[in-house]
């Protein structure tokens, strides 16, 4: 047998497809008896009920869409995580997908959302919100920005405050005595990216003496790390930083897996390493990095929440953009020995 339908299940049962909807839907509408006949029924035959067309006839699908920039990164793992299990408090489904920082692609996933109707998106955009933002709420979908936020107060966000994250890791090494400090994080498109630089070079301008750099990558990534160090590598004493900060902690741990391959640098005594985020991975690191914490969780939670509170109609829902604050979290690889 093919598909079993609700109809195979009312004929095996000997009662109205009506009334095996309403031992689904509606068992206080039946007798005992007929729902157990009807249960009995439906565990000869298998048959599963079809839960998209039953969201689409409802107009309430029990799914939300969630798009990141990269799953790969364990930073986005949390903050899905957080987002998870809020949802499945409300009976929600979480579908999640990622741009891998491509706009193109980040417009693919959208759209593929907005075809299932999803009950509305979370969106961690690569550059510019707004087209995916305008295109979904123009089919009545909802959207929550995550660790984005708009200058239109009309669409909620949850966010960090990446400009004071900067400044937290470049006054940390210029209070540990670090005078040349190199910032390393790309591409600039990435608002996170360039807040962060914002930050940094903000803390270096309130000290005299410190010499900074930038160095571009293409990704966020652990071999963009490593790649970034290669140049230091190659440069006297003199010409290279004594300290080192990354956009986040994947390419901090690339550059520091470069500098301990590379045996003539050591962490921090030669360069001291700050990352971004403080994902679970630091804490293990050969030296254990130095982070600025995102509560990645935590974004993910409440941007659960208001997306719902918007979907359900929440008398008192109005648009909000929470800003949380990041923290440094202090390790070895920025220690004064
Ligand atoms: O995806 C790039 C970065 O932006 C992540 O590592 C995290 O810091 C996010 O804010």
Redesign the pocket.
């Known amino acids: 047998m093919g598909v079993v339908s609700v109809k195979d299940v009312a004929a095996l049962a000997g009662v109205s497809p009506g009334t095996v909807s309403n031992v689904l839907n509606r068992p206080d509408r039946v007798s005992g008896a007929t729902i157990e006949r009807v249960q009995w029924a439906i565990d000869r035959l298998g048959y599963v009920r079809n839960g998209a067309a039953r969201q689409l006839r409802a107009g309430q699908s029990r799914s939300i869409g969630l798009v990141v ?2 799953v790969g ?1 364990p ?2 793992g949390d903050l899905i995580r957080g987002a998870e299990d809020k949802a499945v408090t409300a009976g929600i489904t979480v579908l999640v997908t990622d741009s891998r ?1 491509n706009t193109d692609r980040e417009r693919t996933q959208v759209a593929l959302f907005e075809e299932q109707r999803v009950r509305g998106v979370l969106l ?1 955009p690569v550059v510019d919100a707004r087209p995916s933002v305008e295109r979904l709420r123009s089919r009545g979908i909802p959207v929550v920005l995550v ?1 984005r936020a708009l200058p239109d107060t009309s669409v909620s966000s949850v966010s ?1 405050n ?1 400009v004071a994250g900067g400044e937290l890791a470049v006054r940390h090494l210029i209070e540990q005595g670090r005078r040349h400090i190199a910032f390393v994080g790309g591409p600039m498109s ?1 608002r ?2 360039s807040d962060r630089l914002t930050g940094a070079r903000k803390a270096v301008s309130e000290h005299n003496g410190v010499r900074f750099e930038v160095i571009d990558t293409p990704e ?1 990534s652990v071999p963009a790390g490593r790649h970034a160090v290669l140049d230091l590598l190659g440069r006297n004493a003199s010409a290279r930083p004594d300290a080192v900060f990354t ?4 390419l901090a741990l690339g550059v520091l897996q470069e500098l301990i391959l590379a045996g003539n640098l050591r962490v921090p005594e030669d360069v001291m390493l700050v990352g ?2 403080d994902i679970d991975f630091v804490q293990a690191a050969i030296v254990p990095l130095t982070s600025i914490r ?1 509560p990645a969780r935590l974004i993910g939670e409440t941007a659960i929440d208001l997306l719902l509170s918007e979907a359900d109609g929440d008398p008192g829902f109005a648009p909000r953009q929470v800003v949380y604050q990041p923290t440094l979290v202090k390790r070895a690889s920025t220690a004064s020995r």
Do not use: P, T
Request: proline fraction near 0%; hydrophobic fraction near 45%; aromatic fraction near 14%.
């Open positions: 920039l990269d990164n930073f986005f920082e961690s660790d960090v990446d990435i996170q990216v966020l956009a986040n902690d994947l971004y985020d995102q």
